[in-house]
């Protein structure tokens, strides 16, 4: 703990969930018991992960996928509010963004089990209705239902919804300023204590490294990245990213190398990240506009790296109070 100017104490927490771990980094005023913090962030995120991963087989997500086609399933609140703003963002993007292709990832490898070259052969180039079009939720119930065959992944926004939580455990102790985040997915709530906005590193896409390629300056407000550096398979001398393509139900292909989303919340710059991979920066540009994104693509020619900023320019929202500046470019 290093004490600052404003005779506020420096916290650093962190902790294991869903194969990765939070962090949070806070001030208190000294003496503070951290414990209770410590222990209602642990359970905020696993709360996430027992109710919406696709690892263990008796979370309610995978209870709903188990579920017959038809059949009214109860879902607890906190998932119904992911599914729902799966749906929504899946509608707004004309299905780049699905939550449905469970089966295409576990096909590919990028589940709990390995890739199964059958079921690659089955599913790539399937069609399918988007999931915003085969899925009914009903709030006032809190219960789903299935019109079609459906296997459903949040592997593209319960992270985010997590790291959502996590500013909201802060809020109940009345701490007003923090940077959160969980694997790549962060929120800055207000700012440093020297006034100073929370400084962010936006990855160099590299396979086999993590090193910073530019600073994102932010307050109040998300940033999630979707690449394909992070996750992916080797097949025939060819990488495959786990991001996944609804139109040809299988791997990305000739997609930037990543997409980094700022945003309101987490949520939504989690979803919006796999939305823009998907769809291409030209598109982007229309959504940046209409919903009040902001966006930094990642585009890879040859050996050198360039960075290609959309949105911005909107009243309201998230690059408003943020903006970027190079680390070693080139």
């Known amino acids: 703990m290093t004490k600052i100017p404003t005779d506020l104490v420096r916290h650093a927490l962190n902790g294991p969930t869903m194969g990765t771990r939070w962090s949070a980094l806070f001030h208190t005023p000294a003496g503070a018991d951290l ?41 607890p609140p906190e998932l119904m509010e992911v599914l729902a703003k799966g749906l929504e963002i899946g509608r707004l993007s004309n299905g780049a963004f699905d939550i449905g292709m469970g089966d295409v990832v576990t096909a590919w490898g990028f589940g709990p089990q390995k890739a199964n070259p059958k079921a690659i052969r089955t599913t790539l180039g399937k069609a399918r209705s ?13 219960k789903a239902r299935k019109l079609a065959p459906l296997t459903l992944d949040l592997s593209g926004i319960a992270k985010g919804y997590a790291v959502d939580r996590m500013i909201a455990v802060l809020g109940r102790f009345e701490i007003t300023n923090a940077l959160v985040g969980l ?55 060819k990488r495959f990213s786990h991001t ?14 990543s997409v980094t989303v700022l945003a309101k919340t987490c949520m939504e710059a989690d979803a919006w990240a796999t939305a823009l991979m998907v769809s291409g920066q030209q598109k982007s540009e229309i959504w940046a506009k209409e919903f009040g994104l902001t966006a930094v693509f990642v585009h890879r020619d040859g050996d050198t790296l360039r960075q290609a900023h959309v949105g911005g320019s909107h009243k309201g929202g998230a690059a408003e109070v943020c903006h970027t500046r190079q680390v070693g470019l080139r």
């Open 35 to 75: 414990e209770p913090i410590r222990a209602a962030f642990t359970e905020s995120v696993d709360l996430v992960d027992r109710q919406m991963s696709t690892w263990k087989p008796e979370s309610d997500l995978m209870r709903l996928n188990g579920a017959p086609v038809g059949t009214w399933v109860s879902v």
């Open 130 to 142: 988007p999931t915003h079009e085969v899925l009914l939720l009903d709030p006032d119930t809190m």
């Open 244 to 257: 996944m393509d609804p139109a040809r139900s299988g791997p990305l292909t000739g997609a930037p190398a």
């Open 183 to 237: 694997d790549g997915e962060m929120r800055a709530s207000g700012e440093r204590p020297d006034g100073q906005a929370w400084t962010v590193a936006i990855e160099r896409p590299d396979y086999e490294t993590r090193t910073p390629l530019s600073i994102i300056e932010l307050t109040d407000a998300a940033v999630a990245t979707s690449g394909d550096y992070r996750h992916w398979i080797e097949a025939g001398r």
